[in-house]
């Protein structure tokens, strides 16, 4: 496509529809939220020892923005929203914010991604909040593995929050596992496993480079379809499923209750069909996980910007964004020393 532009005006049409689309006929009606970017874990691939730097306070969204903007989403073609982090249980108002969003008209499913520490205590409020889906980010059943990971303790309150989750029957519960080789690559057939005993929805997602030590570049990154080609050797019996719009190679064993998705997460090799809009705590639309490029959706907030301002960004920052991760990461550096600062 020789026409592509990564700047300037938007074409009128582009302006005056209801939905967001790009200059690749794609239209994208999944917006991911970051509440925070603080995190109660330091996991080995997302942050060193220390933590990162936090923004201020004040610099990140209030939840009166966030209600707004899920508000004005909704009238441009967004129906499903994410909540993510830092660790989103950590936000004070997190189940308003949540309610919030399941009261808007025209959002049909709002989901939250947690690392499940605080989902013991927090699972009940999110389930009367509405809130329809819940990813636990689990990446060992190990308990001395889960301290290396995570440099932290907690894996027993995890399950516990999982357990919680099933019992209060969250439409969707899944378990994001992020697979790399020679760290917990042997532990495929355990979370296997659990699909067996619980109708969960188990996701080997491949390892990204959003760390600032780059753990990805040290032979831990396991590929989808190295890690599909395993499953169908250790289970010949596995068969291909439906799963959700953002899921593609999905599976279930015979009489397990539970499924397995792969999610290529580095390959980016489903690009064409995303569907994915993501807003960073502190304010700023990145129209693909990889663009390093930016819209301060809380400058035109803060400075008074009506709902079609607000709208206009969210399209120009969509209309602009690039074929696929591949092309978006070679266009420039990122700046965001960690995922945290991101939202996943
Ligand atoms: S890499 Fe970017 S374009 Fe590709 S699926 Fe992810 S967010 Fe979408």
């Known amino acids: 496509m020789d026409t592509f532009t990564e700047t300037g005006p938007l074409p009128t049409a582009a302006l005056k529809d209801g939905f967001l689309s790009d200059q690749f006929g794609r ?3 999944y917006l991911r939220i970051a509440v925070n970017e603080q995190c109660n874990l330091r996991c080995v691939y997302c942050m060193p020892p220390g933590g990162v730097d936090f923004q201020p306070k004040k610099e990140l969204l209030t939840t009166r923005e966030i209600n707004r903007i899920v508000r004005v989403a909704s009238t441009i073609g967004i129906t499903k929203i994410r909540f993510t982090g830092g660790e989103p249980l950590l936000h004070p ?12 008209p025209g959002i049909e499913e709002v989901h939250l991604t947690t690392n499940g520490l605080l989902l013991p205590e927090k699972a009940e409020a999110l389930k009367l909040a509405g809130l329809h889906g819940i990813n636990i980010s689990l990446d060992t059943l190990d308990d001395s593995r889960f301290r290396t990971i995570t440099r932290k303790t907690g894996l027993l309150r995890v399950l516990e929050g999982m357990e919680s989750a099933l019992e209060l029957g969250f439409p969707s519960v899944k378990i994001n596992m992020v697979a790399m080789r020679g760290f917990n690559d042997d532990e495929i057939t355990n979370f296997v496993e659990l699909t067996k005993q619980h109708p969960v929805t188990v996701r080997f997602i491949e390892l990204m480079p959003f760390d600032s030590h780059q753990i990805w570049k040290t032979g831990k ?6 890690l599909i080609a395993d499953l169908t050797t250790l289970y010949p019996e596995l068969t291909p499923v439906d799963g959700s719009s953002t899921e593609h190679h999905v599976f279930r064993l015979p009489g397990y209750p539970g499924k397995i998705a792969v999610i ?19 304010g700023y639309i990145r129209n693909c996980l990889y663009s390093h490029r930016e819209y301060n959706l809380r400058q035109v907030l803060r400075n008074g910007g009506d709902d079609r301002e607000i709208a206009n960004l969210f399209k120009t920052a969509m209309w602009h964004k690039l074929e696929d991760g591949w092309e978006a990461q070679r266009r420039g550096e ?3 020393e960690s995922m945290t600062q991101i939202g996943g």
């Open 264 to 282: 290529p997460a580095y390959s980016r090799n489903l690009c064409s069909g995303c569907t994915r809009v993501r807003l960073t705590a502190d």
């Open 27 to 29: 239209v994208f009606n």
């Open 221 to 226: 990154f396991y590929q989808a379809e190295h």
């Open 93 to 104: 108002q997190i189940a308003s914010i949540v309610r919030a969003a399941v009261g808007t």
């Open 334 to 336: 990122e700046h965001r």
